[in-house]
Structures are given as structure tokens and as C-alpha cells.
């Protein structure tokens, strides 16, 4: 099986946790608790911060996000992280 990758954003802190969104965006976590959102192609937007290193990203349909945080050994949530 052949395999093909390319890159779709650049610029982001130790991207962890990376997921398709229902609005057609790209999110991941950073390193400082960041959470990035973007297109493939376009410049990442830093959307949010939960304060620490967070170790993946959930998003349902309506674009509401969680995370899980080991320092704190909780999930950090928002809603409307979409469109």
C-alpha cells in the first residue's frame, strides 16, 4: 500500500490531538495549551487556550470542543468552537 502525505498547517506549537471539524477546519492542541483551528492552505488561528498542555481534542456536530488536561486530570470544554 502506497501512502501519500502532505501538510496542511504550518506554525503550530507540538500539534497534538489534531481533528476534522463539522465546519471543514483542521483543530489541534499546542504544547502551552493552545488550540489552533485552520484550513488547509490557509494561516492557523489560535482560538483558545486552556492554561496547559492538553493531550487531544473532541468535537461533536455542533462544533462544541473537549479536552483532556493531565496537570489538572480534568477536560477543559467550550462550546460553538465552529462556525
Not at 34 to 54: L, N
Not at 58 to 64: P, S, T, V, Y
Request: glycine fraction near 20%; charge should be negative.
Amino acid at each position: 500500500m502506497d501512502l501519500s502525505f502532505e501538510t496542511i498547517l504550518t506554525g503550530l506549537d507540538h500539534p497534538e490531538g489534531v481533528v476534522w471539524g463539522p465546519d471543514g477546519r483542521v483543530y489541534a492542541g499546542g504544547e502551552a495549551g493552545q488550540v489552533y483551528a485552520g484550513t488547509s492552505g490557509g494561516e492557523p488561528e489560535t482560538i483558545a487556550s486552556t492554561g496547559g498542555f492538553i493531550y487531544g481534542i473532541a468535537l461533536d456536530a455542533a462544533g462544541n470542543a473537549a479536552s483532556p488536561r493531565m496537570e489538572r486530570r480534568c477536560w477543559s470544554s467550550s462550546r460553538g468552537a465552529g462556525p
